[in-house]
C-alpha cells in the first residue's frame, strides 16, 4: 500500500515538473519573438545611417553626381554613364 503512495507521488512530481518546463519552454518562445522584433526595429534605425557613407563623384562631362560605385571611372576622371566617358575624350 505504502508503495503505490510513492508511485503516485512520483507520477505527480513528474507531471508537476513536464508542466513547468512546458511551462517555461513557452516564456522563452514569447521573449526570443520579443527580441526579434526589436532586433529588427534596430536594424531599420541603423540603415539610413549607413547610406550618407556612400561617395559621391562628379560626372566630369554633365556634372552630375553618381554614387562611386555606380560610377566609371577613367583616367582620373569619374563618368555617370559609358556615352560621357566616351564623349569626354
Ligand atoms: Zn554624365
Known amino acids: 500500500m505504502l508503495s ?4 503516485v507521488i512520483a507520477t505527480g512530481f513528474v507531471y508537476l515538473l513536464w508542466s513547468v518546463t512546458k511551462f517555461v519552454l513557452r516564456v522563452r518562445k514569447i521573449m526570443t519573438t520579443l ?18 557613407q556612400k561617395a559621391m563623384v562628379k560626372c566630369a562631362q554633365c ?18 554613364s559609358p ?5 569626354f575624350r
Open 83 to 87: 556615352e560621357h566617358a566616351a564623349a
Open 63 to 80: 556634372q552630375l553626381y553618381v554614387i562611386d560605385s555606380d560610377a566609371i571611372s577613367q583616367q582620373g576622371n569619374y563618368f555617370c
Open 35 to 52: 527580441r526579434g522584433a526589436a532586433g529588427m526595429h534596430k536594424g531599420r534605425q541603423t540603415r539610413p545611417k549607413q547610406e550618407p
Open 4 to 7: 503505490l503512495i510513492k508511485i
